[in-house]
């Protein structure tokens, strides 16, 4: 019954930004480390950056130096800062998160829909 919502994804020209928010909801004990992913069109899901309930980062290659990834344990929420987006960022961005429900037994792996970023030339 945990849910993961994003939002904040749309239509950018290249070298804009964008910020995504994921945010849980449901019955939860406790959220451990949280993520974004993305699949472009005929590509399979990537990892794009993860973070760990500590709020230490990590980030592909790919974006690093361009995307921050940041939470608010508070907001049971985790964020990704798209700074400088190229047409190659363009893909449904999807949200992770470890989540231990409150009537569960331990941590299980939750996705959130997707959300699609579309950046033009």
């Known amino acids: 019954q945990v849910q993961l919502v994003e939002s904040g994804g749309g239509l950018v020209q290249s070298g804009g930004s964008l910020r995504l928010s994921c945010a849980a909801s449901?019955?939860?004990?406790?959220?451990?480390?949280m993520g974004w992913y993305r699949q472009a069109p005929g590509k399979e899901r990537e990892l794009v950056a993860t973070?760990?309930?500590?709020?230490?980062?990590n980030y592909a290659d790919s974006v690093k130096g361009r995307f921050t990834i940041s939470r608010d344990n508070a907001k049971n929420t985790v964020y990704l800062q798209m700074n400088s987006l190229k047409p190659e960022d363009t893909a449904v961005y999807y949200c992770?998160?470890?989540?231990?429900?409150?009537?569960?037994?331990?941590?299980?792996?939750?996705w959130g829909q997707g959300t699609l970023v579309t950046v033009s030339s």
């Open positions: 992770n998160a470890a989540v231990w429900a409150r009537d569960s037994s331990g941590y299980l792996e939750v």
């Open positions: 973070i760990t309930s500590a709020g230490r980062p």
């Open positions: 449901g019955s939860i004990f406790s959220i451990g480390a």
